[in-house]
Antibody, heavy 128, light 107 residues
Framework: QMQLVETGGGLVKPGGSLRLSCVASGFTLSDYYMNWIRQAPGKGLEWVSN????????NYADAVKGRFTISRDNAKNSLYLQMNNLKVEDTALYYCARDFYQYNSAENYYYYHGMDVWGRGTTVTVSS | SYELTQPPSVSVSPGQTARITCSGDALPKQYSYWYQHKAGQAPILLIYKDTERASGIPGRFSGSSSGTTVTLTINEVQAEDGADYYC??????????FGGGTKLTVL
């Protein structure tokens, strides 16, 4: 059974740091593009960051660029989000999610099929 | 930055059809994806590539596309379908954007 479990959330003061973890089971995390998505209280889903299978393609939302760093430990089958210089507006439930790409042999092309496995999230609260 | 626009709320009676729209300038060129999200649970992928149903999703759920608007249709709505629904599409490069979400209320 494929599963993602996020941990590491908590209460932190503005300007502080926090490291989120996402452990995968039932599949090899490094075989997939992986994402972090967040949901602020009363708001919708917001994509935060992603990392390619090779780790060479990493992207961030403008709101977190320069402050957050995504990384992976293949041996631990885990994804991380290092969050520095946290702001009140970073308060949210943080999810990790797997991207699923399906290879089409006739076209020699990988089609994106959405985020097919999600965790249940870990809560980050930034408050003084 | 690129935005996807959804209605904040949609209400429908059990057994009726619910339609949730998502608008974005790039949708004629980029595929859309739909998710169901209930409080305290992980989001669930419903539709990918505008119209394809994800594995295990009931046939009551379908997606369609027309110009700059994509639509999630839920036929014969059941009480359990009450949830938040989000569309997703590509932003620039390998980044993603979600719509603001639509709360479906089953009356």
């Amino acid at each position: 059974q494929m599963q993602l479990v996020e941990t590491g959330g908590g209460l932190v003061k503005p300007g502080g740091s926090l490291r989120l973890s996402c452990v995968a089971s039932g599949f090899t995390l490094s075989d997939y593009y992986m994402n972090w998505i967040r949901q602020a209280p009363g708001k919708g889903l917001e994509w935060v960051s992603n990392m390619s299978t090779s780790g060479n393609n990493i992207n961030y939302a403008d709101a977190v660029k320069g402050r957050f760093t995504i990384s992976r430990d293949n041996a631990k089958n885990s994804l991380y989000l290092q969050m520095n210089n946290l702001k009140v507006e970073d308060t949210a439930l943080y999810y990790c999610a797997r991207d699923f790409y399906q290879y089409n042999s006739a076209e020699n092309y990988y089609y994106y099929h959405g985020m097919d496995v999600w965790g249940r999230g870990t809560t980050v609260t930034v408050s003084s | 930055s690129y935005e996807l626009t959804q209605p904040p709320s949609v209400s429908v009676s059990p057994g009726q059809t619910a339609r949730i729209t998502c608008s974005g300038d790039a949708l004629p060129k980029q595929y859309s994806y739909w998710y169901q999200h209930k409080a305290g649970q992980a989001p669930i992928l419903l539709i990918y590539k505008d119209t394809e149903r994800a594995s295990g999703i009931p046939g009551r759920f379908s997606g369609s596309s027309s110009g700059t608007t994509v639509t999630l249709t839920i036929n014969e709505v059941q009480a359990e379908d009450g949830a938040d629904y989000y569309c997703q599409s590509a932003d620039s490069g390998d980044t993603w954007v979600f719509g603001g979400g639509t709360k479906l209320t089953v009356l």
